[in-house]
């Protein structure tokens, strides 16, 4: 496979292999958990040397797509974004054990589209969207709310499941389901001085944490924007400056 000199050929030789084996893993060449090809056969596929192919999987692996299993391989990298629920709100079982609240389909449905949503979306203002009411439950009670829109053409099978279908993580699912892979994601928090919200039930004076998620795929585009909502009173954040 001779590289686009056309498109890349300004770049480094390694810069314009990672760009072609990123665009591979945006089309799920390889899934989720399986290994790349050695770096020998890559090295003959894109017609480059080893240290050419060393370079660009040394770069994918920073960029989060990509992880080195010593005497293993290199394997396709799925981001873990339950860190982010567990970095901002502090849950424990009844023993006291820190847990990740479980997550339950409140609501799904296709809806026109919003101007101000697309926009996060970076959409026409008109573009029709998914959207969908989610709540994660912990001990029986509703601990986050989370309101999630999705661009409608990638996410439509999703309206061919049942509530049941969901799994507890969403992302694996755009995957599967869609063929969408999330990579990285952006997050901005705020507290509410007052929220109503039909399933977080809080007091009327009680203040709640917002959380915006502008959620992107391999290629920077914005796949998923999301509102989480959670009582202050559960809130906690650290983080280690050195």
């Known amino acids: 496979m001779e590289l686009n000199q056309n498109r890349l050929g300004k770049l480094p030789r390694y810069e314009q292999v990672r760009h072609l084996i990123q665009k591979q893993l945006a089309e799920q060449k390889w ?18 040397s080893i240290g050419t192919i060393r370079k660009a999987i040394e770069q994918l692996v920073r960029d989060g797509l ?3 299993i010593q005497g293993k391989g290199t394997f396709v990298k799925y981001p873990d974004f339950n860190s982010s629920l567990i970095r901002f709100f ?11 609240p479980t997550g339950y389909i409140e609501n799904i449905t296709a809806i026109d589209g919003k101007a ?16 969908i009411e989610r709540t994660r439950h912990l001990d029986g009670i509703v601990m986050v709310s989370e309101k999630i829109w999705l661009p409608f053409e990638p996410f439509q099978a999703l ?29 901005q928090l ?4 007052h929220y109503s ?46």
């Open 159 to 187: 309206l061919n499941l049942v509530p049941e279908q969901f799994e507890n993580l969403l992302y694996p699912l755009y995957i599967n389901v869609c063929g969408q892979l999330i990579l990285s994601a952006r997050e």
């Open 31 to 48: 899934q989720i958990g399986e290994p790349i090809p050695s770096e020998h056969i890559l090295a003959e596929t894109y017609q480059v």
């Open 116 to 131: 101000e949503i697309n926009a996060y979306l970076q959409r026409k203002s008109n573009a029709p969207l998914i959207y």
């Open 66 to 68: 990509l992880t080195k």
């Open 197 to 242: 919200d039909p399933y977080l039930q809080t007091q009327a004076d009680e203040p709640v944490i917002k959380i915006r998620r502008f959620a992107q795929g391999i290629d920077g585009t914005v796949l998923e924007y999301r509102e989480s909502y959670g009582r202050a009173q559960d809130f906690f954040y650290e983080t280690v400056i050195s």
């Open 190 to 193: 705020t507290f509410l001085a």
């Open 90 to 100: 502090r849950h424990r079982s009844k023993a006291g054990e820190p847990v990740i």
